[in-house]
């Protein structure tokens, strides 16, 4: 909460993500190609989230799903009512019909979300911090929402490099609430290069 940190974090956010945009481009520019070469839709999801203060802002995400990807998902989950306790535990199902191709591979690498490094450039996120919330999320993240909302959420965290997808949704907000308390520049340091290690395994995410 103090400007000190505050400044200290946000310098780091600017010169790492602006080294990682340059040195990502070319990956970048061949995943955007790869993505509308697989259906001719668009090579961005853009998604409402709620970020800090509570105010709303576009996250971006290289697109891993079918373009009508929302109706698919309420179609898929009325068929399927079994699978309805597996998305409510963490808002992902495993077997997801609605993802792509490529979006398989985007998904269990995590290069879906390296567009969210325009979002740190913009101010709208942080490199680490809670995963951003969605509006319909926020009613099940329970006592550590005045914390999430004094920050910027983050591309990766504690969430990220403790099991990912295989946590439920309050653990989720547990490790985000611990973070928050706790933070250090070392420990986002810390957490980035665990986060490295996570990606290269492919730990807990799909």
């Not at 690498?109 to 709208?124: I, W």
């Not at 006592?143 to 949704?169: C, D, K, M």
Request: proline letters at 6%.
């Amino acid at each position: 909460a103090r400007p000190g940190p505050r400044i200290i974090k946000r310098a780091f956010d600017l010169v790492a993500a602006s080294i990682l945009v340059l040195f990502l481009s070319p990956l970048l520019l061949f995943l955007a190609w790869r993505i509308r070469r697989n259906d001719g839709g668009p090579v961005f999801f853009v998604q409402e989230r709620v970020g800090r203060g509570g105010q709303p802002f576009p996250c971006y995400k290289f697109r891993s799903m079918v373009i009508d990807a929302e109706s698919r998902l309420r179609q898929y989950l009325t068929s399927h009512p079994e699978l309805h306790a597996e998305y409510q535990r963490n808002f992902k199902l495993r077997d997801d019909p609605r993802v792509t191709r490529i979006g398989h591979l985007l998904r269990r690498t995590s290069l879906d979300e390296l567009p969210q490094l325009f979002n740190v450039l913009r101010g709208e996120m942080s490199l680490v911090g809670p995963r951003p919330l969605l509006d319909r999320e926020l009613e099940c993240y329970g006592n550590g929402l005045a914390l999430y909302r004094q920050v910027h959420p983050g591309i990766t965290g504690l969430w990220q490099t403790s099991g990912r997808s295989e946590t439920t949704f309050a653990e989720r907000a547990s490790l985000d609430a611990w973070y928050v308390k706790n933070w250090s520049l070392w420990y986002d340091i810390v957490i980035l290069l665990r986060t490295v290690k996570v990606v290269l395994l492919r730990n807990g995410a799909y």
